[in-house]
Structure formats: structure tokens, C-alpha cells
């Protein structure tokens, strides 16, 4: 160190005395020390390490809450951007040397600041086009609860958390009211709520016709809920459909009773069915059954080679096979195992329509067929059940308040009786039981929020499952209003104990744009020769509301569309990135994209190009690098006692 | 000795000729244009990779031959023949569980197709495991499942071989399609003169073969490429490019390469300190450098796009940039501690490449199409993998200087040495830097979103951050060169982690038993290694320190009386 004993100090000493001197000088060092810098890379380094364990054994939610958006990491980046400024304080007065020093560290901070912002006024969404239906919303992924203040009607939105910490019975969330010392207290949480329509008495009501309120149960199946069947044409609620395996019908006759369509029990359904059989082609077997489907016995015709004879395979919807020697003469009559009898009336060599009517075509055995006719009863089984008619379950409301009803196949009827509230009715299908619960005369339908069960959800398309919260309003003196169940996208008016309506919306925040988006097209064109998609181009239509512009734009895959599309607007980041999110393959009429918008994404770059120039600033250009370290010593320890290296 | 040999040569070629033609000989359908993996490719690279995917090896003996065939001959065989190989032990099983579930016996690897498909108990869990796909995309796989994929891939593969329909040698009739189509579907696509004969032809061929007359197989085989060609001339790659890829897959440039890096490090070592060493070892260096170079090109033209889609790809890149920075800075220095410190690095990593195709895969695929000519792809990936050389440059010099602390005699370091490793560095550290930005920019240029702490990402930044604290705890005066040593070995973990770590531990879970796949025991051994070494080299290099300081100041004490 050199000293100057004249006046002027030297820079070395100014920073020394400065800091002696001015507390401030002392606060700014203390605030850039290495030391500091040194302990925020080491810990903000280890943290963002063990994030990504935990991304990987948790997910990515959880690395996200607990590390990368958790308060104190943002709070040590904070304290990273005081660090780096301070420290470029500490070496004023600046020399030519600290040029990329100080870019460097000021291009950090400008980073930094960039992703605040983002964070800040940017946000991230989703938007699901379909063709020609022009959006002017987004839909980001913010769960909220959304208030409105008792005072003035405005609508306060706040975040609830519904994924890490879902409110629970045993574990409530509580939520305040602006403007009032009321609570809302949030009790439960399901991914999976639908509304269901039951239906309730309403005399007075000019719409109100008979219905009926079922409970449908099976043990087997482990289901048990309530359906309603309602008499209005076109309600929908008329028939309902038994996850396929049968229909409950209300209607207001009953179809007259023939004796001779009574199937007993243990008794099989009549059939008759035609059926003409092409040896060389057995795929295109013509099939005419008396219930109209085929009934699913599957006839083979075998021609032999020269000397043995032609043969008839057969083969039950249950399984059973049987094949049969035909010989020349027809008609060729057979039993079946199961007692449905088959009949081969006509054979021909060569097969053709001639003269409009079937017959042959020449003697030689080009297209070999048989007529064949099979006549019986089918057995409901565990595979003939797909072959028989559709199972039904008719019922009709009488005046007495009674309900008649038949259980029928097709034509046939299997079961009928009457029935009345409380009394279950068995119609034979697996241990189903459907019991009325409430008859009515006159009522209409209203909609309950009913949660579904875990064995309802795994039968529906995880899509359509909406969730919702379950809130109630709580008074200071703690009293608390009656419960109710608030869907996603929904707002709901919650009552208080003293009866005052407090209006609550749950769901994911929208975000309104000031243009409108439209999906004019949207294209997936496939790898050659698969249907794996290559690209998809959705072609969209932005109508700028206020100034009226319009333009039209793809987005591709890594192309996405943006709008407003000035070209000063790119690179400050003010503007809207829409790109392909996902696509539903059964609807080429509808795309779903992403939506970004990035403010900050200006000083994110400009930061990362000063990171950049910097640090090439100070590893190469001489007159603004650092002097080449002068601690290069040898090491000798035998000789040398200089260690520093 | 070498008498004896040249008086028995021309026996030997007497004899040659004969043994080579009592084989029909594979090898004449190599410039054959077939379709296979989204792209045309020569036949023989095709039987090689196809053989390499269904077993793991290229070569394979069935039940009915004595010695192992080459894959030339395997394919044919499954071609030709396909009768009996359901029952052949061909599909590779690698999960210990898989095989035990399989009921294969302890050692073997291998399963017919047979014997898997008809497992009840493989069914079942291929159908769970579809079904979990469908239900829930996004739930991670454990490692049975895994290698039920895996298997059923297999599987796949084989029933396309024996079904004929994997042998894509037909170009399609130009009606526009690019797809190839297998034999049986000539006559399909071409009318009955066109297709005729080149019908004739493959049954010529084919019954050739199966005489095993090798004269008669190469004549039909010939005649079938060009009848096959024939049909569509335009549809098909160019001849050259054909030769090119059969060239580039037999000469194995980057085989030659470690090889002859190998030799420059002997020289090197062997004569170190004279200048004849040096020039022969820069001479080999330069060797493998152009093998190297020559390799790339090949593959570029091949493959129509930069380097950059798998870890074999960034794998012999690295030893590329390796070597590149190497010669630069020891052109510069003249200090022969770059090309000691870069040999075995990229000796090691090409050695790597070319002996784990398991793991390291260097068969040539297309990219997706939206991927294609992707200006950002191209350049970050390059930049990065520019980068993880030159902190593995960084670490073969760090070597050097934790070898002279524990093994050398006088522990002289001189400071220069230091002063190499940190140029090392700086470049590693820019280049890291700019690669990283870079993947932000593409990411926010492509789908919007700058950085959203995605694994990759982060583990980039967690090795930035590793060198900026080595760099900064230079300056704090904390440690010096020998700290910088240090801190590149453990600064070069962290790229580990990042280039390989996040594909192959993270994504297999840490709480799961997928080790053995990946190869991730060869990478725990090097890591240990490389701390154990660290850690010796430091705690020999304190103790030398501490054993200096008493030593002063004992002389202090003698010379104050």
C-alpha cells in the first residue's frame, strides 16, 4: 500500500476512510461485502438443487410453493439485487476496469427485476377457441374466491389455494369479508361436484307434470343414487340411461299386455333369425333377425376339398361351437346344444343376384353360399346379453298414486307389477333394485350440487368434472349460516345465520383483453401415411375493441401468434403470446392455447445481454479487464514460505 | 517369425477365397435404400440397429447355427425364413424383476417372442399399463413399467421383422406418398409390369439364400437393388449419400479418433519432456482432430441437422470442443498442459460413446418436424455442450495440477499452470452463460415463457452459480489456483448433474430401484472417484501447507534468538 504523505489520498484510502468515517459508507460495504454475495450464491444455489429433488419425488407444484414462489426465496433474491448494487457502490469512484464489472452486476439486478415484474403485472392462461365464436376473456390459472363487499357491491377477488392445502372439515379454511367482521368459512373441497336434477312437488305450476324420484342401487356395483323421471316431452328426463345396460323409462300408458310376449322366468327370448353364408367370404354374411340385431350366433361355411363333404360350423354367443356335415339334401335340419334349431334351405355353387332374386350364377364353385334359418331362445347370459334386445324398464304413474310398470326386451316382457313409495322393484338385471322414493302427481325439476362418489368419477370423462367448495358465512358472535356448495365458475348467494344474502364466487380468475379472438381454422396435418399429427396451426382473427384493428395470424408449434403485433411491442413484452396448448382430437372445430403475457420480458433480455457482455467484458478486453492477478507465486514448501496463490 | 508368415500367405489366400464363398455373404444388400425409423438409410446400418434394438448387441446366435451371425445375416435370415423365430431367444428383457416375472432363467437376457406374448402375467401388465396411459398421461413410470415399454417395443419391432413389414425396400409409386412399402405390398402399389418383375427377383434372391448359394444370391441380390430403385428413382436418396452412411457406419471415424488421441497421450507422456514427443503427439492430435471434423460432416450430411438430439450427440461433441479448445490454448501457450489435461477427457468420452450403444446411442434419427431446421435448437444446444467442454478441459487441467500435489516429488506448481486452468474457466463460464440465456430466449421466443425453473434449467444455473463461487472465492482471497483445482472437480459435478443427472437420476426418481439403467453406476463410480481424488489431493496439499507454516516459523524462532 502506497501512502502518500503529501494531501491527495489514494484511492484505496478513500474507501477505507469513507468507511470509517460515514455510517452510510459503512451500511453500503457491509450491505456488498463478498462475504454476503459468497453466502447468497452458496445458499440460493442449494436451494434451487434440492427444488428440483423435490420437483422430481413430489412434483412440480411442490417445488414451486415450498422453494421457487415460496416468500423467503424471493426475499433472498431481494437481498441478491441489494448485494449487487451495493457492491457496484463500493468500488466509486469507477475506473475503466470495473466497465464489465459493473454491466455484469447491473444486468443481474436488471433480470431480476424483469421476472418481478412478469410476476407482478404479467400473467399466464388459457383460452379454448371453438370455430367462429369470437372470446374476449382468458381464463388464468388463478384459483380465486370472489367477494362481494356487503358495503358497496364491489367484487374483491382473492386467492384461495385448493391444490397444496384444500380446505377440509377437519381442517377449515377462513376467508375474510371487506368490510364487514363476518367470515366465510370454507369446510370442504371436491374435484368432482354435478348437478343433479330431482324432482319437487309443485302443484301450482302450469309446467308441472307426473315424475317420479328413484333410488337406483346395486351392491355389486357399489352404487347407490337418485334419479328422476319426469313426463315432459323433451326434458330429457323422461328416460334414463343405466351406464348402458338398460333403460328406465316412465310413460303414460303402459303398452298393452300380450299374454303370448310373457317370457318366465329361466325362459329364453324367442328369436328367428336368416342368415346367408358366402364360404369365401364369411365377413359379409347378410343377416335378418326378428329383433332386428343380429343374434350372434356366428355360422361358418366350409367347402371340402374333393372328396369329403361340405361342412356348417356354428358358434353360440356363449362360446359353443358345433360343426355339422351337410350332404346334399335339403332342407338340412340340426339341433344346437342349446336347443336352437337350424335349418339350411338353399345352397348355392356360385352366388349371384340373377334376375333380380338370388340363384347361380355358373356350376363352378366361385362364390359358394348357403341359406340358412336359426330358430329358438336365447338365454340372457354374460355374452348372448350384448345380442338380445335392449332391457327396459317402463313404468307408468297411476291416479291412485300407485306405479305399474314392465320390464321388457324388445318385444317381449320379462317382468311386470305394481309398485308404490318405499317398495323396491327387482327387474333382474345383476342385483340392481330401483325403489321410488316420491310420487308425484304435479312437481317440476330443480338441481341439487350432489359430490360424486370415487366409482361415479371413474366412469366419466375426468373433463367434465367441476369442482367446487363447500361455504358457509360465520357471524363474530360465531354463529354460522346454512352450508352450500359452490361450483367452479359459479357465484353463489351464501345466507347468514340472520338470513342476509353475501354473494361468493369460486373459480379460476379471468383475465379481460381489450380485443376479441376467433378461431377462423384449425389444422392438424399428419405425419405421411399415420395419424400422428406434425403440426397444428390454429388460425385466429384478433378484433382490437378500442381502436378497431384487425389482423389475422397462425400459431404454430414454437410459432406462436401475437397480439397486439406493433413492432416495438415484442420486445418490450407488452403484448399477448398465444400459443398451442391442446386439442381435443375428436373436435377439429376447437383449439386450446396458451397465453402469456410478459411485461417484463424488456429487462429480462436487456439484463441478459449486459450478463453477457459483461462477462465478456471482463475476461477479455484488456483495457477494461482486470489486471492479471499478481498473487501468482510458486509453491515450494521446502523453501518458499509465500503460500498465497 | 515374420518369414514363416509371408511363406504361409499365399497358402492363407489360396484358402481365402473358398471359405468366403461357402457363405452367401450379407453384405451385398448394404447399398439397398430401405425405410426404417422416419428416414432412408442403408441396409446395413439398418439390420445393424434393428439387431442392436431387439437384443442389445449387433451380433446374435439362434438355436440352429453354432457361432454368433452378424446382423447382416440375422435380418436376412428373419427375412427369408420367418417360420421359426417365435420360438428363438431374441427379445432382450433388462429388468431383473421383468425377467423374474418371465420366468427366465437367472442369467439369460434374452426371451422369445413366444414365450412373452403368451405370459399371462406380461399381458396383464401391459394392458395396466395402456390403460394407465390413457387415464392418467401424466403419471410417472416405476422401472417395471418401464421395461414392459421397453419389451413391448421389442415386441413390436420383431413382429414387423417376421411379418415382413419392417422391410421397407420398396419406394412408394409416385402418387406422392414418401412412404416405403414391404414386398408383399408391390402389388399394390405398381402396375403388373413394373411389379412383376421385381417380385421375381426378391423370390430369386430369397431362394438363393436359402440354398446358401453365394454366387447365385449375389447376382439376384444385385439385380433385386436395382429393379427395386428402379421403380422410383426420385423417391430415393441419392447413391452417394447411401455410400456416404455405409461408409460413415463402417469406418467408425470416432473410434479412430480416441485411437489416435491415445497414441498423441503415450507420446506425450513417454517422451514429455522433448520436443520430438511433442511434435508427434501434436501431430496425432491434429490427426484426431481432422477424424473428428471429418465425422461431424458425415453425420451432418446424413442427418440434415446439427448434432444436437441425444446424449450421444452432445457425448462426442463435448470431446470436439475438448479437443478444439485444447489446441487453441496450447497453440497460444506452448505449455503441453493442454493437451495432457484434454487427452484423456476426450479419450475417455469417445471411448464412452462408442462402447455403451445402450446408453449412448448413435444411430442417426430424424428430428420431429417442428423441430427441423431450428435456428435456436441448434444453437443453444451447441453452445451448452460447448460450455460442459470446457469445463471438462478445465477438469483434465485441474487433474493435472491434483496429480503434481499428491504425486509429484518436489510439489512445484508453477503459477502459470494456475493461470492455464483459470483461462479454462472464463471460457466455460461465458459460454454457459450466453447457452443458458440462449435457452430462455428460445423458450420465450417459441411458446412465451423466458424461464420457468424447469430441472435442465436449473442445474444449468446451479453449475453457473458453482463456478461463480469458485471465481468469487478467488477474489475474496479465500483460496487461490489450488482452489480453483478443486473447484473444478466439484464445479464439473454439477454440469453432471445437469447434462446428464436430470435425464437419468431425476427422471428415474430417487426412492425407485431403476439403477442399471442409463448406465448411472458407470456415472456414480466417476463421481466418487473424482472425490476421493479431490479430497486426497486437498488434504495432502493442507498438510504440506501446515507442515511449510511450522517449518517458518521454527526458523522464525531460531533466527529471533
Partial sequence: MIVNTGGIPTREQLIKQRQKESPYWWLVHQLGSLKLAMFLIFTIALAIAIATFAESSFSTKVAQEYIYKAPWFNLWLIVLCVNLFSVTLTRWPWQNKHLGFIVTHYGIITLLVGAMIGRIWGFEGNVTLDKDKPLGRIITNRTILQVDSPRDHATYITDVDVSMHPPRPEKTVVMPIPDSDRKIILSDYTESIQAQPYLEAAIDNPESVPGVNLRLQSAMMSQTFEVPLWLKKGSGLESYDLFGLATLKIVKELPTFDPAKMIKPGEGIPFSENQIVFAKSPESTVIDNSWGKPSGYIVTFLVAEEGTQDRVKIISPEGLEKTFDLTAKLPAKFILEDGVNVSVSERWTDFAIVKGRPGNASKEKNNPALFINLSGRIQPGPRASKSLPHPELIMAIQPDGRIMYMVMRGEYVTMAGKSTEGEPIIPGWADWSVTPLSVFQKAIPLTKNVVLTDTQVQTLDPKTLTPALKASIRTSEGQEGPVQWIPSGEVVTLEGPDGSPQRVGFGLQAHQIPFLITLQEFQVPRRQGTDDPADYISTIQFNHLKTGDTSIQTSKMNHPATYPNEWWRPLTGLTYKFSQAQWDPNNLNQTTLQVLYDPGWFFKWIGSLGICAGIFIMFYCKPYAKPATSKNKEINPTTDTATIL | ?561
Fill in chain 2, 1 to 561: 517369425m515374420m518369414k514363416r508368415f509371408f511363406s504361409l500367405l499365399p497358402a492363407l489366400l489360396l484358402f481365402l477365397p473358398v471359405w468366403l464363398s461357402a457363405q452367401v455373404d450379407p453384405t451385398t444388400l448394404d447399398g439397398l435404400v430401405i425405410q426404417s425409423g422416419g428416414r432412408q438409410k442403408p441396409f446395413g446400418v439398418f439390420t445393424a440397429e434393428t439387431l442392436q434394438s431387439l437384443t442389445g448387441k449387433k451380433e446374435f446366435k439362434p438355436s440352429f447355427s453354432e457361432k454368433k451371425l452378424p446382423a447382416g445375416e440375422v435380418l436376412l435370415e428373419i427375412w427369408f425364413n420367418p417360420q421359426k423365430w417365435s420360438k428363438e431367444e431374441i427379445i432382450l428383457v433388462d429388468y431383473q424383476p421383468l425377467r423374474k416375472l418371465l420366468g427366465m432363467d437367472g442369467k439369460k437376457k434374452l426371451a422369445s417372442f413366444e414365450s412373452i406374448v403368451s405370459n399371462q402375467e406380461f399381458v396383464r401388465a401391459f394392458e395396466s399399463l395402456q390403460k394407465q396411459k390413457r387415464q392418467k398421461p401424466n403419471d410417472k413410470l416405476d422401472p417395471l413399467q418401464k421395461d414392459v415399454e421397453s419389451v413391448s417395443g421389442r415386441l413390436h419391432i420383431f413382429e414387423g421383422l417376421v411379418s415382413g413389414d419392417a422391410y421397407r425396400v420398396i419406394p412408394p409409386a409416385p402418387n406422392g406418398s414418401i412412404e416405403f412399402i414391404p414386398v408383399q405390398l408391390l402389388g399394390s402399389a405398381y402396375q403388373k409390369e413394373q411389379a412383376l418383375p421385381v417380385a421375381e427377383a426378391f423370390d430369386q434372391m430369397r431362394s438363393a439364400y436359402l440354398k446358401n448359394d453365394p454366387s447365385e444370391f449375389k447376382v439376384a441380390a444385385t439385380r433385386f437393388k436395382e429393379l427395386a430403385g428402379g421403380l422410383n428413382p426420385a423417391a430415393s436418396i441419392s447413391p452417394w449419400k447411401v455410400h456416404l452412411e455405409n461408409f460413415y457406419f463402417k469406418f467408425h471415424p470416432f473410434r479412430w479418433a480416441w485411437i489416435a488421441y491415445l497414441g498423441a497421450f503415450v507420446s506425450l507422456l513417454a517422451i514429455m519432456n522433448q520436443k520430438k514427443g511433442y511434435r508427434i503427439a501434436w501431430a496425432l492430435v491434429l490427426t484426431g482432430l481432422l477424424l473428428q471434423i471429418s465425422g461431424f460432416v458425415m453425420r451432418i450430411i446424413i442427418s440434415e441437422r446439427a448434432p444436437v438430439t441425444n446424449m450421444y450427440e452432445t457425448v462426442i461433441w463435448l470431446s470436439f470442443g475438448v479437443s478444439i479448445f485444447a489446441i487453441i490454448l496450447e497453440w497460444k501457450y506452448r505449455c503441453r498442459y493442454y493437451l495432457l489435461g484434454a487427452l484423456p477427457v476426450s479419450i475417455l468420452s469417445l471411448l464412452l460413446a462408442d462402447s455403451l450403444p445402450n446408453v449412448l446411442n448413435d444411430s442417426i434419427r430424424p428430428l420431429m418436424p417442428v423441430l427441423q431446421h431450428n435456428f435456436w435448437l441448434t444453437v443453444h444446444v451447441l453452445t451448452i455442450t460447448s460450455s460442459y467442454a470446457a469445463f471438462a478441459l478445465a477438469l483434465g487441467v485441474a487433474h493435472i495440477i491434483l496429480g503434481k500435489v499428491l504425486f509429484s516429488k518436489k510439489h512445484t506448481i508453477e503459477a502459470s499452470l494456475y493461470n492455464y486452468l483459470y483461462k479454462t474457466i472464463q471460457i466455460g463460464v461465458l459460454l454457459l452463460a450466453i447457452g443458458t440465456i440462449l435457452g430462455g430466449v428460445w423458450a420465450n421466443y417459441s411458446w412465451g415463457r423466458f424461464w420457468d425453473w424447469d430441472p435442465k434449467e436449473t442445474w444449468a444455473l446451479v453449475a453457473f452459480m458453482s463456478y461463480l463461487f469458485i471465481l468469487h472465492g478467488r477474489i475474496a482471497g479465500w483460496w487461490g489456483g489450488f482452489g480453483l483445482a478443486i473447484g473444478s472437480v466439484i464445479g464439473f459435478m454439477a454440469i453432471l448433474m445437469a447434462w446428464y443427472g436430470v435425464n437419468f437420476v431425476l427422471g428415474v426418481g430417487l426412492h425407485s430401484y431403476g439403477f442399471g439403467a442409463g448406465g448411472i453406476e458407470y456415472a456414480l463410480a466417476f463421481v466418487i472417484a473424482e472425490l476421493i481424488f479431490a479430497g486426497a489431493a486437498l488434504y495432502t496439499y493442507t498438510k504440506i501447507k501446515t507442515q511449510t507454516r511450522t517449518h517458518d516459523k521454527a526458523l522464525d524462532a531460531v533466527d529471533k534468538n
